[in-house]
């Protein structure tokens, strides 16, 4: 089974987003030397998840009342 996929998650520059193994952005274990994957988030913004036409359904974290 994957593993969940953060919308938003607090540090993305720390990490590869290119496969299930999210290595640290300095030890790639997949990439044969390549460059680090970026999360959506690092290029389109907070709300990438959200797209006009909707061809994402992502389940968006409820937030609670203050």
């Not at 993305?12 to 987003?17: A, D, T």
Request: proline share 9%; net charge negative.
């Amino acid at each position: 089974m994957a593993k969940k996929f953060p919308l938003n998650p607090k540090h993305p520059e720390r990490i590869c987003w290119g496969c299930d193994r999210y290595c640290p952005a300095t030890s790639l274990a997949c990439g044969n030397g390549a460059d680090r994957t970026m999360h959506p988030a690092e290029m389109l913004g907070e709300d990438w998840y959200i797209l006009e036409d909707g061809s994402i359904d992502a389940v968006v974290e409820s937030q609670k009342p203050a």
